[in-house]
């Protein structure tokens, strides 16, 4: 069965960085793309970038240039989200989900990892 | 950037009532547009790609349809498990997509 596997909680103080994995099994890994999407609390749902198949491309939405970077590894079907410079506002939930193109939604999620960004 | 507005933002509704959930899109998206459904505490869940395809193993009820930038999610008859927050989300601006505000479905 699909499952995406998230890292766990996070605490980080203004201005440091997090490090989110998901690890992938259940299906070929190198077929699907993998986005993330996060929630701040009581927030709706935000889309933060997508990374391709073979992960030799990346793209964030505009809001995260600059301090979004998402790799994947093959060798361990994983990927793996890093958000710099963080402020009190990048305290939420994010979640790992995969899709296979760019009009077949979001199947499969991760269980979701907090952050929490406080001094 | 492309911006999808949900509305209501909330309605509250009985079982068994068929419901209308509706996004728009601030300019033409053809169909590449998903509907999610998320519980408290839960990742969201797809329930509709490509505007109007039903995610395998989602119940019949719920149906989508809509082209270009008006878009509807409709359940037939309103479940006691259908309780949630609905949220549309475009995927023609590529490479950004974009979700909806979210509309919660509460029970009357």
Redesign the interface.
């Known amino acids: 069965q699909v499952q995406l596997v998230q890292s766990g909680a996070e605490v980080k103080k203004p201005g440091a960085s997090v490090k989110i994995s998901c690890k992938a099994s259940g299906y070929t890994f190198t077929s699907y793309y993998m986005h993330w999407v996060r929630q701040a609390p009581g927030q709706g749902l935000e889309w933060m970038g997508l990374i391709n198949p073979t992960g030799s491309t990346s793209n964030n939405a505009q809001k995260f240039q600059g301090r979004l970077t998402m790799t994947r590894d093959t060798a361990t079907s994983s990927v793996s989200m890093e958000l710099s410079s963080l402020r009190s506002d990048d305290t939420a939930v994010y979640y790992c989900a995969r899709s296979t193109g760019y009009n077949s939604g979001l199947d499969y999620w991760g269980q979701g990892t907090l952050v929490t960004v406080s001094s | 950037?492309i911006q999808m507005t949900q509305s209501p933002s909330s309605l509250s509704a009985s079982v068994g009532d068929r419901v209308t959930l509706t996004c728009r899109a601030s300019q033409s998206i053809s169909?590449?547009l998903?509907w999610?459904q998320?519980k408290p505490g839960k990742?969201?869940?797809?329930l509709?790609?490509?505007a109007s395809s039903l995610?395998s193993g989602v119940p019949s009820r719920f149906s989508g349809s809509g082209s270009g930038t008006d878009f509807t999610l409709t359940i037939s008859s309103l479940q006691p498990e259908d309780f949630a927050t609905y949220?549309c989300?475009q995927?023609y601006s590529?490479?950004?997509?974009?979700?909806?505000?979210?509309t919660k479905v509460e029970i009357k």
């Open positions: 950037d169909t590449y998903s999610y998320q990742a969201p869940k797809l509709i790609y490509a995610q949220y989300q995927s590529t490479p950004t997509w974009t979700f909806g505000q979210g």
